[in-house]
């Protein structure tokens, strides 16, 4: 006798379709499925061994570059630092002339108040050249229309002569270096008498 899945597999074939695959046994299901579980974990720790090395790796990376930016930043101020001190140094030397006429001036008795006088004129032009060399240049002021940007105003006066507006006088000098204020002049300005 012919079992009856052999006779409906035969009949299937002369039909043109292909028979269903037997199932197969429980114990190759749990065979395989444990085989793919053991290599998913191998891949798994193979991936996360990977991971971590390319963790340390640009961990390594970030930690050099830090530290090649903090050098930098240290190069970069020591550079600014030795900038400014030969800046600073360039400056007291033009002013050292100054200083030494100061030091000769004391030294030389003089009971003539005239000579003190233009030897101390002297000086303030040996100054105001140094000065000038290192861009020191004064605001003008007496007589300039106010401007708030240069002039710090300390009064008002009245002056009927005067335009509205204008410095009358100044009081303190004020001072750029190149296109940077120092310090503004300090002027009295003026304005028209209400009456």
Do not use: C
């Amino acid at each position: 006798m012919i079992p009856a899945d052999t006779k409906s597999d035969s009949r299937a074939r002369q039909a043109g379709v292909e028979p269903e695959p037997e199932a197969p046994e429980t114990r190759d299901l749990t065979k395989t499925h444990k085989g793919s579980a053991g290599e998913l974990a191998s891949e798994a720790q193979t991936e996360i061994d990977q991971l971590r090395k390319e963790r340390d790796a640009l961990y390594e990376r970030l930690a050099r570059a830090q530290a090649e930016f903090e050098n930098a930043r240290k190069r970069d101020a020591r550079e600014q630092q030795a900038f400014q001190e030969f800046a600073l140094a360039d400056a007291m030397k033009s002013l050292l002339p100054v200083l030494d006429s100061f030091d000769w001036a004391l030294q030389t008795p003089t009971q003539n108040p005239e000579e003190l006088r233009a030897g101390i004129d002297l000086i303030r032009r040996q100054l105001r050249d140094a000065l000038d060399k290192l861009g020191l240049r004064p605001i003008p002021a007496t007589g300039e229309p106010f401007d708030p940007h240069l002039h710090e105003a300390v009064e008002t006066v009245d002056s009927p002569d005067a335009e509205e507006n204008h410095v009358l006088s100044e009081l303190r000098r004020g001072y750029k270096l190149g296109t940077r204020l120092l310090r503004p002049s300090m002027v009295s300005v003026a304005k028209k008498s209400s009456f």
